[in-house]
């Protein structure tokens, strides 16, 4: 390079602060450049030579078109020089160095009154380049994780309230269920109807509804119409189990959990649908039709059995081609109404036709 | 002469050697073995018992049929006839038992009516006599136990103010 074309400063004194490089001109103080800590890429030491001073030579960025008129207009360098008649190169690298690796020209926003025409407000972080894409997205992503905090934590007060509303109610029915007597009867139905209605089951009514919610309701209803034709081949009789494994294939998706399933079935017979559930005394659970009467089914079991002269549950439920936990429920059953007996043996479990009833 | 035994229909019935769950059933079940129980021990001039040798006797397992009445419910079925007067308990664990197949009142009745028939009310009669003796050889007081009829004397005695 020429030493004509050098646009040369002389006698001034080099400022860092933390976002700029300032120049101010020793004499006249009116004269000061500056240059944004932002814009230089990296800088490089120059040894002092003889007659010759030494030197950082800092490497700039292209300029921004929103750049402050400086100087000059332009100019065909990409860096500038700084020379150092007198002392300091060293300490100034060393510090200007530091700069460069903190950048904490990033953390803080300039001060307004620097910034007038720049239009964005403080705070935004000026970006050319790779790294400044990469520095936007992840102001966006400081963003969002921000605004995402904020929406939980009302989520999470939203839940402190809810909390508080089940806890009052729970409480409310507990005293309805203690006071029962000096409430009114048509308060008490007004108060379990508003409760329904919000979704919380009523402890007090449980018993009556299976803690009847509006959802067990309608799934109570949607049970009747999709079971009515598989119970009528099936001989007006499932178990619970083979109803859940039904009814949730055919669903699909939104499957049902077996306690939904219980609850919904509890309230068949109280809402006056075509089915019901029944409990056996050995707990086992069936849905039977309104119309199948097991007790006559008992009628024909001990006809089955006497023909036989003795049945275990396998060989009964073989003849009768029903599942093997219903032949015994309908067996033990015979066995309560009287109309048969049981031998049992380490051969098994045999039921026989009653002869202690029936002969002398 | 000793009769052959003869079993009852139930001892056949496999369901006799499984303690009913329906009540009603049951009370029938009971009913059929306290009579078994009584007959046999009364054909086999069986008095006494221990449960031990209850549970290994045909009386509660019947080897042809495969079934044998389990220990607890013999123990059911020793009690009805506790509860009926016709066992008593030898000792404070239930291991032995004295079994009655007519009860001392029954005996007692028999007695004073055997009394009463031959007309020796307000004589004196010694167990033996009683039991044993010729005039009695034909009558249902024979066989009678000794210590039954110890029981049964005591009986007619309170019932009918027999001299002891």
Redesign the interface.
């Known amino acids: 390079m020429q030493l004509k074309d050098r646009i040369k400063f002389d006698a001034g004194t080099l400022l860092l602060s933390t976002h700029r490089l300032i120049w101010r001109d020793q004499k006249n103080h009116e004269c000061c450049m500056a240059i944004l800590l932002s814009q230089i890429v990296f800088i490089e030491e120059q040894a002092a030579g003889i007659g010759k001073s030494a030197k950082i030579v800092v490497h700039l960025h292209p300029p921004p078109s929103n750049k402050e008129p400086g100087p000059f207009q332009s100019s065909k360098n990409s860096y500038i020089k700084l020379s150092f008649k007198e002392h300091g190169q060293i300490e100034f690298y060393r510090r200007l160095s530091e700069e460069m690796t903190q950048r904490r020209w990033e953390n803080m926003p300039v001060s307004q009154s620097l910034q007038t025409n720049r239009g964005p407000q403080p705070g935004r972080i000026r970006a050319v380049g790779i790294v400044g894409i990469e520095r936007k997205l992840e102001e966006k992503r400081k963003e969002t994780d921000k605004n995402i905090s904020e929406a939980f934590e009302d989520l999470s007060k939203l839940m402190v309230k809810a909390k508080e509303m089940v806890e009052l109610s729970k409480s409310i029915a507990n005293k309805i269920k203690d006071k029962q007597g000096d409430i009114t009867e048509d308060e008490t139905i007004r108060f379990k109807s508003y409760l329904l209605s919000m979704g919380i089951a009523n402890p007090v009514t449980r018993e009556t509804y299976g803690s009847g919610t509006q959802y067990h309701m309608q799934l109570a209803k949607q049970l009747a119409g999709i079971l009515q034709g598989p119970l009528e081949e099936r001989g007006g009789i499932m178990s619970l189990t083979e109803v859940y494994c039904l009814v949730n294939r055919a669903r699909g998706m939104e499957l049902l959990s077996p306690e939904d399933l219980v609850n919904a079935c509890k309230m068949l017979e109280a809402l006056k649908l075509p089915l019901r559930l029944r409990v056996f005394d050995s707990g086992v659970m069936v849905i039977e039709l309104q119309s199948h009467k097991e007790e006559e089914m008992v009628a024909s079991a001990l006809e089955t059995v006497s023909e036989k002269g003795s049945l275990t549950s396998e060989e009964f439920a073989k003849l009768v081609g029903m599942s093997v936990l219903l032949a015994k429920e309908r067996l033990l059953l015979a066995e309560k109404m009287g109309h048969l007996c049981r031998d049992d043996s380490v051969e098994g479990l045999r039921f026989y036709p009653n002869l202690f009833m029936t002969q002398s | 002469m000793a009769m052959s035994f003869e079993w009852p229909?139930?001892y056949r019935?496999?369901?006799f050697?499984?303690l009913?769950?329906?009540v009603?059933?049951r009370q029938?079940?009971l009913a059929?073995w306290c009579s078994l129980v009584l007959s046999f021990c009364r054909l086999h001039k069986q008095s006494s018992m221990t449960v031990m040798e209850a549970q290994e006797s045909p009386l509660f397992n019947n080897v042809k049929l495969?079934?044998k009445l389990p220990v607890e419910s013999i123990q059911v079925v020793l009690e009805e006839l506790r509860k009926k007067g016709n066992l008593e308990w030898l000792d404070k664990n239930k291991s032995s038992f004295l079994i009655m197949w007519r009860r001392p009142e029954e005996w007692g009745k028999l007695i004073y009516q055997w009394v009463s028939r031959s007309g020796q009310n307000n004589s004196v009669f010694t167990l033996y006599e009683l039991t044993n003796g010729e005039d009695t050889e034909d009558e249902a007081l024979q066989p009678c136990p000794a210590h039954h009829s110890r029981w049964a004397k005591l009986e007619a005695s309170s019932e009918s103010k027999l001299p002891d």
Do not use: I, V, Y
């Open positions: 229909w139930q019935f496999p369901p050697f499984t009913q769950p329906n009603d059933t029938k079940q059929a495969q079934r």
